[in-house]
């Protein structure tokens, strides 16, 4: 058996320990996940976010509510159901529920830029400058809108994070392809790494990590039990993605951004594969010596 995987197997044991300790009665979901080391370890230099897609078929009241069982307070918001409306009005509604329930927004995104034209890529840095966040995650501008957005990334200073969409994207496949497309812009222009499509592009995560270095600027953690189908994602955990190396790379990259998860299977009940997903990355940083705190 290879190291990675007595790795998944030697870290989920504190994974498995914050699941079981949620099935006990009266203790509330929350706290289960809240310490899955009790004492000691330094604090994780990883963070760990939520991407609001993962709850696409769920009102903000709704995701706000499993936010707080979940113990997590770093939210990648998206303009799906009412999470993120891109209306300066209904934005705003949506902002204020969120300050007053305690969730940070750190990033936008997926935002799509389907116009090589300034008024539409302005309404974009606007939306994002209104939810006070330094990270857009972009998910389909084109080569040629580059140096467009550029100009508005620099006026704004707000960094764009170009996700890559697996072997079905035209163009940005792999991490890999992107940074050979920002070669040579502001060092505020990058990518935001999907796990699960990077692997499915036949790219290693673990050196795309290392080759993007400071123009990373936002993770998407899935897990998927087959590396060439889309359609085999589970819970973080129950997989084939190498986690604790992709931590391990992020820690030694000095990473400064949000790992967050996207869940996208049984969005009609996605809880019990986010609760295990959060489960098993905090054991795995755990089980690395970090002490996780909400």
Not at 43 to 54: A, E, Q, R
């Amino acid at each position: 058996m290879d190291a990675g995987r007595l790795s998944r197997r030697g870290f989920l044991g504190a994974g498995a320990l914050a699941a079981g300790a949620m099935a006990m009665p009266g203790l509330a979901v929350g706290s289960a996940l809240a310490e899955p080391m009790a004492a000691g370890g330094a604090p994780s230099p990883l963070k760990l976010g939520m991407t609001s897609y993962t709850f696409r078929e769920f009102t903000r009241t709704q995701m706000i509510g499993y936010l707080k069982q979940l113990s997590i307070d770093a939210l990648n918001a998206k303009d799906a159901k009412d999470h993120l409306p891109m209306d300066a009005a209904g934005e705003d509604a949506a902002l204020a529920d969120y300050k007053a329930n305690g969730i940070m927004l750190h990033a936008v995104g997926a935002v799509y830029f389907p116009k090589d034209e300034d008024d539409d890529i302005r309404t974009k840095f606007e939306y994002a400058k209104r939810a006070g966040v330094s990270v857009i995650v972009a998910g389909d501008p084109t080569p040629e809108t580059l140096p467009r957005i550029e100009k508005f990334v620099k006026q704004y200073d707000i960094r764009l994070a170009i996700h890559n969409h697996g072997p079905e994207d035209k163009i940005w496949k792999s991490p890999l392809d992107v940074l050979k497309a920002v070669k040579g812009m502001d060092p505020r222009m990058g990518c935001c790494i999907d796990v699960g499509h990077c692997v499915r592009a036949g790219t290693d995560v673990v050196e795309a990590i290392h080759a993007a270095g400071p123009r990373l600027f936002n993770m998407h953690m899935k897990d998927l039990t087959d590396f060439s189908s889309k359609e085999s994602q589970v819970a973080v955990g129950d997989g084939k993605m190498p986690v604790r190396e992709i931590f391990a790379a992020l820690i030694k990259t000095k990473y400064a951004g949000y790992v967050d998860l996207e869940y996208e299977v049984h969005g009609d009940d996605p809880m019990p594969g986010v609760i295990a997903s959060f489960s098993y990355m905090r054991g795995v940083l755990a089980g690395m010596g970090y002490r996780w705190r909400a």
